[in-house]
């Protein structure tokens, strides 16, 4: 009786620890970025941006909240942003979206207790012997969306004459996680995406953010098209 309460005591020790330890887990997303440039694209800094899906007009709203995220961290890297199609050198193509959902699935091993139900840790961490007499495996399944964010950067004056496009540089960005909300996602990626503005990565690129980054906040705060939260509504 004696060894079953130390065991318990133990036990329950080891849940409030547990519960001390899990405390509110920061947003972060790991980006992959890959960015690809001509040689002669320095001079070209002048741009105008514009959607690369035919069926989203400029005016649309989610556009115009993500391109004044993009605006910003091209401003930050010393571009220069025209009202004026002729007044530029650069036009920049616009896309972004999420994939279909993906189901995935892992599994773990959790000891089983004398009279005490499951232990609630996995496989891995520490736990006593005497409390367990076997083990049993649990099944988890989670959702995965893939975000993506391509912004590619064509000359203006063979774009507006007509003439077969030249492309002056492409950077794509792509991360996976469980969330599908794009608008809160986009401004990760877009600073995941700045340091790579018309650079070439030579391959794709690891690019972790979490909602301290300094950038991150410099690029949410100072997007003049942000569309504000709405207040909560009056209790009654």
């Given at each position: 009786?004696?060894?079953?309460?130390?065991?318990?005591?133990?036990?329950?020790?080891?849940?409030?620890?547990?519960?001390?330890?899990?405390?509110?887990?920061?947003?972060q997303?790991?980006?992959?970025?890959?960015?690809?440039?001509?040689?002669?694209?320095?001079?070209?800094?002048?741009?105008?941006?514009?959607?690369?899906?035919?069926?989203?007009?400029?005016?649309?709203?989610?556009?115009?909240?993500?391109?004044?995220?993009?605006?910003?961290?091209?401003?930050?890297?010393?571009?220069?942003?025209?009202?004026?199609?002729?007044?530029?050198?650069a036009?920049?193509?616009?896309?972004?979206?999420?994939?279909?959902?993906?189901?995935?699935?892992?599994?773990?091993?959790?000891?089983?207790?004398?009279?005490?139900?499951?232990?609630?840790?996995?496989?891995?961490?520490?736990?006593?012997?005497?409390?367990?007499?076997?083990?049993t495996?649990?099944?988890?399944?989670?959702?995965?969306?893939?975000?993506?964010?391509?912004?590619?950067?064509?000359d203006?004056?063979?774009?507006?004459?007509?003439?077969?496009?030249?492309?002056?540089?492409?950077?794509?960005?792509?991360?996976?996680?469980?969330?599908?909300?794009?608008?809160?996602?986009?401004?990760?990626?877009?600073?995941?995406?700045?340091?790579?503005?018309?650079?070439?990565?030579?391959?794709?690129?690891?690019?972790?953010?979490?909602?301290?980054?300094?950038?991150?906040?410099?690029?949410?705060?100072?997007?003049p098209?942000?569309?504000?939260?709405?207040?909560?509504?009056?209790?009654?």
């Amino acid at each position: 009786m004696y060894k079953m309460r130390c065991s318990l005591f133990l036990y329950i020790a080891l849940m409030l620890l547990s519960a001390c330890a899990m405390g509110p887990r920061k947003l972060q997303i790991n980006a992959e970025v890959d960015a690809l440039a001509a040689s002669d694209v320095q001079g070209k800094r002048r741009f105008v941006i514009l959607p690369a899906n035919k069926d989203i007009k400029p005016q649309d709203l989610q556009f115009m909240e993500f391109k004044g995220y993009v605006e910003k961290a091209l401003l930050n890297r010393g571009f220069v942003k025209v009202e004026q199609m002729q007044d530029g050198d650069a036009v920049l193509f616009l896309d972004y979206g999420t994939g279909e959902p993906q189901i995935r699935q892992y599994s773990y091993e959790v000891p089983i207790m004398n009279n005490f139900g499951y232990y609630p840790y996995y496989r891995s961490y520490r736990y006593y012997p005497s409390m367990a007499y076997g083990y049993t495996q649990h099944i988890e399944t989670y959702t995965v969306f893939k975000r993506h964010l391509t912004l590619e950067a064509y000359d203006m004056a063979a774009y507006l004459l007509q003439k077969p496009p030249v492309q002056l540089w492409k950077v794509s960005v792509q991360s996976q996680g469980q969330s599908n909300d794009l608008r809160l996602i986009f401004p990760y990626m877009v600073t995941a995406m700045q340091p790579y503005l018309a650079a070439n990565t030579g391959h794709m690129v690891a690019v972790p953010v979490d909602e301290t980054d300094l950038l991150l906040k410099d690029i949410v705060m100072n997007n003049p098209h942000r569309l504000p939260a709405a207040s909560p509504a009056p209790q009654p």
